[in-house]
């Protein structure tokens, strides 16, 4: 009696493993995540961006990046008073 139950018990836990896998075997239509990208060096990435380094602090510049001396005074302000506030 014992064993016809632990087969049965067996054979159902059997039967649920199986449909737990034909359930995840189902593949979506798209890819869940994007496909992996070839591992690439620091020098290839700079050598294909042309990149220089950088100088001077000039090579920095964003020129009009504010309209104003106000709008940069509001947008430092801004920031700092963020800071101090997230500092704990």
């Known amino acids: 009696m014992r064993e016809q139950v632990a087969r049965r018990t067996l054979e159902e836990h059997e039967q649920a ?6 359930m995840s075997e189902s ?6 995540y994007p ?8 020098e290839e990435l700079v050598r294909a961006k042309r990149a220089r380094p950088i ?3 000039d090579d920095l510049a964003a020129p009009d990046v504010f ?4 709008e940069l005074e509001q947008f430092l302000a ?11």
């Open 17 to 22: 493993r199986e449909e737990e896998v034909t």
């Open 27 to 32: 593949q979506p239509d798209h890819p869940i």
């Open 35 to 42: 496909p992996a990208r070839p591992k690439t060096s620091p």
């Open 55 to 57: 100088e001077s602090l």
């Open 67 to 70: 309209e104003s001396d106000e």
């Open 78 to 88: 801004f920031t700092y008073a963020e800071r101090r506030a997230h500092l704990g």
